[in-house]
């Protein structure tokens, strides 16, 4: 190829100040996402060389197999320069690195990545998986009969359900249950997956956990009639269709997903994929990267292996791969307008859906709990992150997340009402906080701080890394 | 006097300004306690020669807008704070804004403080009197060093909001985020122990309707001091445009040459 790549990257990186993601630039100038891994690794060894370097940042994404707490995992992460030797160390097998993104600014945080990735995916909703590594042949986009098929389904069993819709939770949890599509909002994924509940009989011990944006925002799908964005609405439905397919394909992953009776927009899928086995491999056709020029790509003899690894760690590109280990994902309320809290990545204890004993947590306030029943109103007890905000002795504020138990019932309307319960009670909160007086100095602004950093040491922590 | 002809991306040329009224919110520095300032402002006014008219005859539409920047300002001067490292990095927290991640601070006593001033702004932008809304961080002498101005101005032109329209605004939004995000690179960096504070630059008398519409209460506006509102040797470095039907707005900083001290 020829060297005009090299002015481009230059002129992004340092007249436009832009982030470039190998996703971005794949997209920018038309290119295969491995050639713009490498054409972001040669202008980074270009520059190196140059000596003239010294402001210029990169991210790296590294997968490979990852040991903790005697479970081995498929790690997926993208971590900063200073980062990647200590990450490399701590894998067992390192399958790839290559390089995720070259900017100027130093990232306090991941959160630009993903947005610099949205947008340019956005714009190319048709064509997003044109220069994209993952391939099956199977994807492929409905037909508007078939979603009209199954929208007059969902249609006749919703009104069983006291008019909320029901989630439909096909789990991996040693208790396999093959639940039809029932909710509107889940009938395009869940119809995907009720083929695969057959093939999740089969595990190993090895863990994939991608959560991509397009595969839990499949949900998005359903919701034509009440979505008022249609933008968004299409983006969730064309990228999702061809991406969660074929990543549904290869791993059998988790959704659950929740429908707030009154935004009738908000729904959190929360999708966790565990490794299965050889079944789906022949199914897919995949292009195994060239890794040629690239930095050291370990691939794994067992050829299968290499494609579900390839698969997931470039599915886990494809997704809004962070500096995470794992990452709950919302599925984005287009009308909203507050904030929600974007759960960082959950105890790692919890985040696992270990085969032998099916776990029931809840990470995070509004976070579902992995259960596999459905359909069966329940009270249960879970425990729910919320935080509290209170003072300690020396009269700092302290803000906590802790767990508390919650009942709720497995149906929609009590869980919509423990929803708004929550935002409630920490409004309430903060407003008793404010109307205290304060009196203390500056100096004890840093103790609050850090006692919010340690008691959020999990979380926010958690995606620098430093493990 | 501050003048417009400071910001070079100043469309209103024809407008000869002479002075300005500011408007400051008493410095409510994190966990010290407020203490009441006296309303007695002093208002300069600012005489203009011509002045676009900016009649808004669909009062939902101004408040649709108004809502919109505020939300906005929220999340950006949130962004600012932890970007810019004026607070430490352990009381912000991950939050979703125009569908990408931002980080929004959990401390109430500063996101009460914000959303009070923001409370107050919004009265001025709806009837689209807030011209500029400045975020400025002072160094521990209460110089400033850095300030971020959102230059914020609507079209006279009542546009039907539309859901393209919206989403259109909301990826011009999610674009001055990233923006924000990313601005570490061009800026120098800030010394230890800043502070910030905000300021609104409005057009005309419009402080008078301030003070007939004290919105809080314990919270007052005062006329801000010379001392906060000049900056010396300032470095004016643009971050981002947008114009859309419903408002035009420009994000940029200005920097002391000379930060450390």
Redesign the interface.
């Known amino acids: 190829m020829d060297d005009l790549y090299i002015d481009n990257i230059d002129e992004f990186v340092y007249d436009q100040?832009?982030?470039v993601t190998y996703k971005w630039l794949s997209l920018t100038l038309g290119v295969h996402v491995n050639q713009a891994k490498q054409m972001l690794y040669h202008y980074l060894e270009k520059k190196r060389k140059e000596c003239s370097a010294s402001?210029l940042h990169a991210t790296y994404l590294v997968s490979g197999k990852f040991q903790q707490n005697g479970n081995t995992c498929h790690k997926v992460t993208v971590v900063r320069e200073d980062q990647l030797e200590d990450t490399k160390s701590k894998l067992i097998v390192t399958a790839s690195i290559h390089v995720y993104s070259i900017?100027?600014?130093?990232?306090?945080?991941?959160?630009?990545l993903?947005?610099?990735d949205?947008?340019i995916i956005?714009e190319n909703l048709d064509n997003c998986s044109k220069y994209s590594a993952i391939r099956c042949a199977i994807a492929t986009p409905r037909t508007s009969e078939e979603i009209s098929r199954l929208q007059s389904l969902a249609h006749v069993t919703t009104p069983v359900s006291d008019g909320q819709a029901v989630t439909s939770k096909p789990s991996i949890n040693g208790d396999m249950s093959a639940t039809k599509p029932v909710s509107q909002q889940a009938k395009g994924i869940v119809g995907l997956f009720a083929s695969k509940t057959t093939s999740k009989s089969k595990e190993t011990s090895k863990e994939v956990k991608t959560e991509s944006k397009e595969n839990s925002a499949t949900a998005a799908v359903a919701d034509k009639p009440v979505n008022?964005?249609?933008?968004?609405n299409n983006f969730f439905g064309k990228a999702a269709t061809s991406k969660s397919k074929s990543s549904a394909q290869d791993e059998g992953k988790l959704i659950k997903e929740e429908t707030n009776s009154q935004a009738s927009l908000s729904k959190e899928v929360e999708k966790q994929s565990s490794n299965s086995v050889v079944k789906p491999a022949p199914d897919i056709k995949e292009e195994l990267p060239k890794n040629s020029e690239v930095p050291p790509k370990k691939t794994k003899e067992n050829k299968i292996k290499t494609k579900r690894l390839e698969h997931s760690d470039s599915e886990n590109e494809k997704s809004e791969s962070q500096k995470k280990k794992r990452r709950r994902i919302?599925k984005?309320q287009?009308e909203s307008?507050d904030?929600?809290?974007?759960p960082?990545s959950p105890p790692s204890s919890s985040a696992k859906t270990s085969l032998a004993s099916p776990h029931k947590e809840v990470k995070k306030e509004p976070a579902n709990s992995t259960e596999n029943t459905s359909n069966v109103r329940r009270r249960k007890k879970r425990k729910v992150l919320k935080?509290r905000?209170s003072r300690d002795e020396e009269g700092c504020?302290v803000?906590e997340k802790v767990y508390e138990s919650e009942s709720y019932s497995e149906s929609e309307d009590d869980f919509s009402k423990s929803n708004k319960t929550q935002p409630t009670k920490s409004t309430a909160?903060?407003k008793t906080?404010?109307g205290k007086?304060?009196?203390?100095?500056?100096g004890?602004?840093?103790s609050?701080?850090?006692s919010?950093?340690g008691s959020?040491q999990a979380?926010?922590m958690g995606f620098f890394q430093k493990k | 006097m501050v003048t417009f002809t400071q910001s070079a991306y100043n469309a209103r040329e024809k407008e000869t300004a002479e002075k300005i009224s500011h408007i400051k919110v008493s410095n409510k520095?994190?966990?010290?306690?407020v203490k009441p300032v006296s309303c007695e402002s002093v208002i300069y006014k600012r005489f203009v020669s011509s002045m676009t008219t900016l009649t808004r005859q669909d009062l939902n539409f101004g408040q649709v807008v108004a809502?919109i920047l505020c939300?906005f300002l929220e999340?950006a001067i949130h962004l600012i704070l932890?970007?810019r490292e004026v607070?430490?990095?352990?009381?912000?927290?991950?939050?979703?804004?125009y569908?990408?991640?931002?980080?929004?601070s959990?401390?109430?006593?500063l996101?009460?403080y914000i959303q009070d001033t923001l409370h107050c702004i919004k009265p001025l932008i709806e009837k689209n009197d807030a011209e500029k809304v400045v975020v400025v961080i002072m160094d521990k002498e209460h110089h400033p060093v850095e300030r971020f101005v959102f230059e914020i101005s609507q079209p006279p032109l009542l546009s039907v909001s539309s859901?393209?329209l919206?989403?259109h605004v909301e990826?011009l939004l999610?674009?001055f985020?990233?923006?924000i995000?990313?601005?570490?690179?061009?800026l120098d960096n800030n010394p230890p122990g800043c502070t910030f504070t905000m300021l609104v630059h409005t057009r005309e008398a419009a402080t008078r309707n301030m003070e007939k519409i004290q919105v809080i209460k314990d919270f007052p506006w005062i006329v801000a001091d010379e001392q906060e509102v000049q900056m010396r040797e300032p470095r004016l470095i643009p971050l981002k445009t947008m114009t859309s039907d419903i408002v035009k707005m420009q994000l940029y900083v200005e920097e002391r040459a000379q930060k450390m001290p």
């Not at chain 1, 904030?339 to 974007?342: D, K, P, R, T």
């Not at chain 2, 520095?29 to 306690?33: I, K, N, Q, R």
């Not at chain 2, 959990?106 to 006593?109: A, D, I, R, V």
């Not at chain 2, 995000?181 to 061009?186: E, F, R, Y």
């Open positions: 100040n832009k982030i402001q900017q100027k600014a130093a990232l306090k945080d991941s959160s630009p993903f947005s610099t949205y947008d956005k008022k964005t249609k933008v968004p919302k984005p287009p307008s904030e929600e809290v974007i960082d935080s905000t504020i803000t909160s903060v906080v404010t007086k304060d009196d203390e100095k500056k004890h602004k840093k609050p701080a850090s919010n950093k959020k979380s926010i | 520095e994190m966990l010290c306690h809502d939300e999340v932890y970007v607070y430490p990095t352990g009381i912000f927290q991950k939050r979703k804004k569908n990408v991640p931002v980080q929004m959990c401390h109430p006593e996101n009460q859901d393209a919206l989403s990826q999610r674009a985020i990233l923006k995000s990313v601005c570490d690179a061009i």
